[in-house]
Structures are given as C-alpha cells and as structure tokens.
C-alpha cells in the first residue's frame, strides 16, 4: 500500500502530472504515492516524469481503464 | 517548485492571445516547472494579453484552416470564411469551452495560476504596453517590465528556447 493516494481521474494533460507534483512536495522522502488516473498519456507522461526528475515510478498498470501508478518519493 | 537536482531551464516567446493558442505555452511552463526546469516566458504582442487581470479569451476560425470540432460521431470543418459571419466566433469559442469542461482539460486561469505557484518567471515586454496602452496594473501582480534584451539574456542561458 502507498503512503497517500491521489485520484487525478478524468483529468487530462498536464493536470495528473502537476497535481502529482504538487503532492510529492509535500511528502517525506522515500515516501510512496498512489496516483489513479484516466487519461492514457499519463503512461508515458509519468514514465518520462520520473526519469527527468529522478523520482522512483515503482509501479504501472491499468485496471478497466484506470491507471494506477506508484512514485516514490526519491528527488 | 524549480530545479531541486535538475539544472535545466526553458524559455518560452508567447506571441498569441487566442483561447486555443494559449495553451500550448502555458501547459509546457507548468510541465517544465514541475519537472524540475527553471522556466522563463516572455509575453509579448497578443500574447500579453494572457496576463490581463481579466481573461476573456476566444476562438477565431480565421487563419485556422485546420480547425475542426468533433460533432455527433463525426467532425465539422470549421473553414476560414465561417469568421466573417457574425457570432460565429462566439460560437465556436463556446464550443471549445465545452470541449474543455468535457474533457478534463484545465482552464487557462488555472494554468496561469499554477504557472505562477510553480515561480515561472514572467517579463511582460514593455514595447507591447505601450503599443497597445495596457498599464501594468492592467496585468496579474509578478512580471517583470523588461524588452528584447531582458528576454535575450535568459535565452542565451537556456537549454530550450521555444516561440509559440
């Protein structure tokens, strides 16, 4: 289970991005965040979030249309 | 919220005040803030009209020859001449505030205003006040007064330069 989940659904581009930032700052560090979201670019979104930032996506995956991915905390 | 590990930084030219065209700018100034870039915009001619206290933003199917709007299943060219009619504008900006609401997409004052939350730094250019006599205090509170020059500088500092 993560730390804090944060529902973006029905949200599109770049709100998922902007709210998860806006979140993460204000998380511990090394602390997880569940983010469920409906738009389909956030897969590719968060994906390259992580990389550019050197935040942690732990996890990513789709269940009836809604993504769930999971960042640590690590930037 | 900028660079914590990540140096990088971007600048962005804002030429255009349309509804439509206001987006692409201000979504890449928040993105980029977010992920860790020092980001900088430079609003000048119909552009600094986006930093008006009071946004009334529309859309215009002049010059827009692509415009389309998805419409029962399908979609409806919305052709250049479509503009000399009157309240044609009108409706297509309702349109497009429709689509918007529909579809999750934020509001350009809600992307302004994580814009500025995020500290991108704003310099409305002095030239485009006069030419056009805005006031600053026709302006949201943050920019900087500055011109050419003042945009250069960042510029030459920049790993992204974009004009839009």
């Keep these: 289970m993560a730390d804090e989940v944060l529902d973006v659904k029905g949200m599109n581009c770049p709100l998922p991005i902007l709210k998860a930032k806006k979140k993460l700052n204000t998380m511990d560090a090394n602390a997880t965040l569940q983010i469920l979201a409906t738009d389909p670019g956030a897969i590719a979104d968060f994906e390259a979030f992580c990389r550019t930032t050197g935040n942690t996506l732990l996890e990513s995956s789709e269940d009836g249309g809604v993504y769930a991915f999971v960042i640590q905390h690590t930037a | 919220m900028s660079s914590e590990q990540n140096a990088k930084s971007m600048s962005i030219i804002v030429t255009k005040g349309a509804l439509d065209q206001a987006y692409p700018p201000f979504i890449l100034a928040t993105t980029a803030a977010a992920m860790g870039l020092d980001v900088t915009m430079f609003f000048t001619f119909y552009g600094l009209s986006l930093l008006k206290k009071d946004l009334n933003l529309k859309v215009s199917t002049l010059g827009n020859p692509a415009m389309e709007m998805p419409m029962m299943g399908g979609h409806m060219a919305m052709p250049n001449v479509l503009a000399a009619i009157p309240?044609?504008?009108?409706?297509?900006?309702?349109?497009?505030?429709?689509?918007?609401?529909?579809?999750?997409?934020?509001?350009?004052?809600?992307?302004?205003?994580?814009?500025?939350?995020?500290?991108?730094?704003?310099?409305?250019?002095?030239?485009?006040?006069?030419?056009?006599?805005?006031?600053?205090?026709?302006?949201?509170?943050?920019?900087?007064?500055?011109?050419?020059?003042?945009?250069?500088?960042?510029?030459?500092?920049?790993?992204?330069?974009?004009?839009?």
Excluded: H, W
Excluded at chain 2, 99 to 128: D, F, H, P, W, Y
Excluded at chain 2, 137 to 157: F, H, R
């Design chain 2, 87 to 164: 309240g044609a504008g009108a409706l297509t900006t309702v349109m497009m505030k429709n689509l918007i609401k529909k579809n999750g997409v934020a509001s350009i004052e809600e992307l302004r205003e994580m814009t500025v939350e995020a500290e991108v730094k704003i310099i409305a250019c002095q030239m485009t006040l006069d030419l056009f006599d805005y006031k600053p205090e026709d302006l949201i509170d943050g920019p900087i007064l500055g011109g050419a020059a003042t945009y250069i500088e960042v510029a030459t500092k920049s790993d992204i330069n974009l004009f839009i």
